[in-house]
């Protein structure tokens, strides 16, 4: 059984070869709930999924990604990740992010997103 370490260093490396769908549907509980900053809590992977689908369509220039910081506790971990990308809607986007993560049965239960925007 790979420890949480490991399994966020693999969602990591995911994210980097460019599969993040792939990390998700790797390593996503199927009851999760992912919230970004205040904004109202989005329950289920067949939401969070579609929701991840739209985000990746509409980015038309992907410049960087690259995680700064991990940390790993008792069924959490936390990564700051830098992105800069240009999206559709949002425009040139150049920030750091905060993704906590609780684990439940060695996936991810729970995500919330910290970022400025």
């Known amino acids: 059984m790979k420890t949480l370490i490991e399994k966020i260093s693999t969602i990591n490396d995911m994210i980097l070869q460019g599969n993040s769908l792939e990390a998700f549907e ?7 709930v992912i919230q970004e900053n205040d904004n109202p809590e989005c329950i289920g992977k ?14 038309t220039e992907f410049r960087c990604a690259k995680p700064l ?3 790993v506790g008792e069924q959490t971990t936390m990564v700051e990740w830098y992105f800069d990308y240009t999206h559709k809607e949002l425009g040139v986007k150049n920030f750091t992010q905060v993704a906590v993560q609780n684990w439940k049965d060695g996936k991810i239960i729970k995500e919330k997103l910290y970022y400025e925007s």
């Open 26 to 32: 790797a390593f996503y509980h199927d009851d999760v």
């Open 69 to 71: 910081n991990l940390a």
């Open 46 to 59: 067949e939401i969070n999924r579609k929701r991840k689908q739209d985000f990746f369509a509409a980015i």
